[in-house]
């Protein structure tokens, strides 16, 4: 349904469009020097892989403008891969001298169809995640090509045989942009299986082609092969949340209740937010799920949690209820970490509803209740919310060093997340570690992709600056937001060069940047004076 959704969406918008369009043509040539481990297929697949990109590179550029007006979060690497699943690129001419492979391709686009779609595309997170992982996956793919080619190590046998292993893979994932492309333009389901399975036969390891598949059985409601494709993925990705609550929904409804027990508890100890939206499962059939199997500790605790879901969301307060079922399947097995952090989350929800959320008879619950369950080997994502819950409050009763130790495990565990790098700046402010808290300010930058969100910790950064003293270094911080400012300005007047009937909304966006800027220049000669 969600697919079917989306493609109604898409296509009304290319229709409603193509009335005005107005079709640009990016052409450009690549040259492929082979390598020894090259042959003129793999030779073809990486010019044609080069060629592409470049065509998607300018082409973004081109649209860069005129999709950061309608979506400012997108950077420029997001609008390449979605358009990745939008344009194709056509090969226009193609030679071989068995040392070089030359291409020239092109891609016709109506630029502002193209925006429209991707605006579409971007609102929808898993279409969206799925194209940016296919392009992550060529240039990681394109990366260890080089690498085997520079490995001095190995045999030349070995490196061949890695070398085609890419290869394959890199074609894979074009294939996977290819599919994106022909389900956002509305191409019919049965085609959409029969290229997943092409895919599939050529690796029965590609678990993204498994995951498409599957959703495209469900939207014709193959229920069969459906299941068949989730079981396919959790024996593949073994942290696959979604798929393990599909595959309980699904045996609950066959009644097949160890099996639901098996998936819906993983579904739960897997999920990154942990806390989700309440359960459809009536209390009369958890009665009898429970009667049938009063001695296994994960219905107990599935209960559990869905009445604090039910309570987060504010549908009934079954506090009493949640307590009960979690403590039941404690009694039974007693080293599961989530246990304890719902219990946490109980007192947290129960002394926030009083209004007593920093009472320290609550804190001491919460603190108590995430000790012992980081005691049990928690998985990374259960680590990373026992961590983030004992150091947020902890601060009233645990010194610097503790909570430093707490969110410094936060980031060995996920290294690559920069609101956990501004999670320890701010705590290294409160401790007044300004210089370590400089520094975990620049690793949150270094690894922010949003754009406001990088405007935002420049902001932060340069106010510390300010604070202790350091005006040259603010000055450096205000001149990187206005850089930004003045990029996403430039983004606004292509967009009324192109459209010259203009837009007074665009006009309001415009003029509240240069206020923005305006009051970051007075900031700058404030500091600067002194």
Not at 242 to 249: F, I, Q, T
Not at 457 to 469: F, R, T
Request: aromatic share 10%; charged share 25%.
């Amino acid at each position: 349904m969600l697919i079917q959704t989306l493609l109604i969406t898409i296509c009304l918008a290319l229709h409603t469009l193509s009335a005005f369009a107005e079709v640009k043509t990016f052409t450009k040539e690549y040259t492929y020097e082979a390598s020894e481990l090259d042959s003129k297929v793999t030779s073809r697949i990486n010019a044609t892989e080069q060629v592409k990109r470049l065509l998607l590179e300018e082409l973004g550029v081109f649209l860069v403008s005129h999709t950061e007006v309608v979506n400012s979060q997108l950077t420029k690497d997001q609008i390449t891969s979605i358009t990745a699943g939008i344009v194709s690129a056509v090969v226009l001419d193609e030679k071989w001298d068995g040392h070089k492979y030359w291409l020239k391709a092109k891609v016709d686009a109506d630029p502002s169809v193209v925006q429209k779609t991707i605006d579409i595309i971007s609102a929808d997170s898993k279409n969206k995640a799925g194209l940016e992982a296919a392009q992550k996956r060529i240039v990681t793919l394109t990366k260890e090509l080089d690498a085997v080619k520079n490995d001095l190590g190995s045999t030349q046998k070995d490196k061949q045989i890695k070398y085609n292993n890419i290869v394959d893979r890199i074609k894979l994932s074009d294939m996977m942009q290819e599919y994106y492309r022909l389900r956002n333009n509305g191409t019919a389901e049965n085609i959409l299986i029969d290229y997943l399975s092409k895919m599939i036969s050529i690796d029965n390891k590609f678990i993204d082609a498994f995951r498409e598949r599957a959703n495209v059985y469900k939207s014709l409601k193959k229920y069969s092969e459906y299941e068949s494709d989730l079981i396919s993925i959790i024996s593949l990705a073994s942290n696959d949340c979604d798929s393990y609550k599909e595959l309980a929904d699904i045996n609950l409804t066959k009644k097949n209740y160890a099996k639901f027990i098996e998936y819906e508890y993983k579904s739960i100890i897997c999920d990154k937010y942990l806390i989700s939206k309440p359960t459809k499962t009536s209390k009369s059939t958890y009665d009898i799920i429970v009667k049938k199997y009063p001695n296994d500790f994960r219905i107990y605790l599935i209960r559990g949690y869905y009445s604090l879901c039910a309570i987060v969301y504010g549908q009934k307060n079954s506090k009493l209820d949640a307590i009960s079922d979690i403590n039941k399947s404690l009694k039974i097995k007693k080293d599961q970490p989530i246990a304890y952090y719902l219990l946490a989350n109980l007192v947290e929800y129960q002394a926030n509803y009083i209004g007593r959320a920093k009472d320290i008879k609550s804190v001491n619950q919460i603190i108590n209740y995430c000790t012992i369950g980081l005691m049990y080997s928690p998985t990374p994502i259960i680590e990373i919310s026992l961590l983030s819950m004992r150091a947020n409050y902890g601060r009233s009763i645990m010194s610097c060093g503790q909570i430093a130790n707490d969110l410094g495990r936060i980031i060995d565990i996920d290294p690559n997340y920069s609101p956990y790098y501004q999670k320890m700046a701010l705590h290294k402010i409160d401790c007044e570690e300004y210089n370590q808290a400089i520094y975990y300010y620049k690793k949150a930058i270094e690894y922010e992709t949003n754009v406001g969100g990088l405007e935002a910790l420049y902001n932060s950064l340069a106010e510390l600056y300010v604070n202790i003293g350091d005006n040259h270094s603010a000055v450096i911080m205000y001149n990187n937001i206005i850089d930004i400012l003045n990029k996403r300005i430039e983004g606004y007047i292509s967009f009324l060069n192109d459209n010259q009937s203009g837009d007074m909304l665009i006009k309001e966006f415009m003029s509240e940047k240069q206020l923005r800027i305006e009051e970051i220049k007075d900031k700058i000669r404030s500091i600067s004076s002194e």
